[in-house]
């Protein structure tokens, strides 16, 4: 069964950073197109960050873009999502996403086939 497990998420103060981390199991993700979504209370999940399998290729929401880094360590099959500068319009459950398939406009939730649980993060201002 294939899983992808969220951790990192947490409260801190607006201006501060948080690290995410996904680690997937049930297969290998090495090949696969990777993500971020989050989604706030009373809104739909809206795309974050979108890695190819090789990490060589990387999109950002334009709402993030300049504080949030995606990235991936394939010898640990984890991705990571740095964020800093953290502002309160990002408190939000954060999930990751994978699928086998790539291409350079793949920021919608129903073009990903695994997602995990999410993780809480809240920033305070």
């Known amino acids: 069964q294939v899983q992808l497990a969220e951790s990192g998420g947490g409260l801190v103060q607006a201006g501060g950073s948080l690290r995410l981390s996904c680690v997937p199991s049930?297969?290998?993700?090495?090949?696969?197109?990777m993500a971020w979504f989050r989604q706030a209370p009373g809104k739909e999940r809206e795309f974050v960050a979108v890695?190819?399998?090789?990490?060589?290729?990387?999109y950002y929401a334009d709402s993030v873009k300049g504080r949030f880094t995606i990235s991936r360590d394939s010898t640990k099959n984890t991705v990571y999502l740095q964020m800093n500068s953290l502002k309160p319009d990002d408190t939000a459950v954060y999930f990751c996403?994978?699928?086998?398939?790539?291409?350079?406009?793949?920021?919608?939730?129903?073009?990903?086939?695994?997602w995990g649980q999410g993780t809480q993060v809240t920033i305070s201002s």
């Open positions: 890695i190819s399998w090789t990490g060589g290729t990387t």
């Open positions: 049930g297969r290998n993700f090495f090949s696969y197109t």
């Open positions: 996403a994978a699928d086998k398939i790539w291409s350079g406009t793949k920021f919608a939730v129903d073009e990903y086939a695994y």
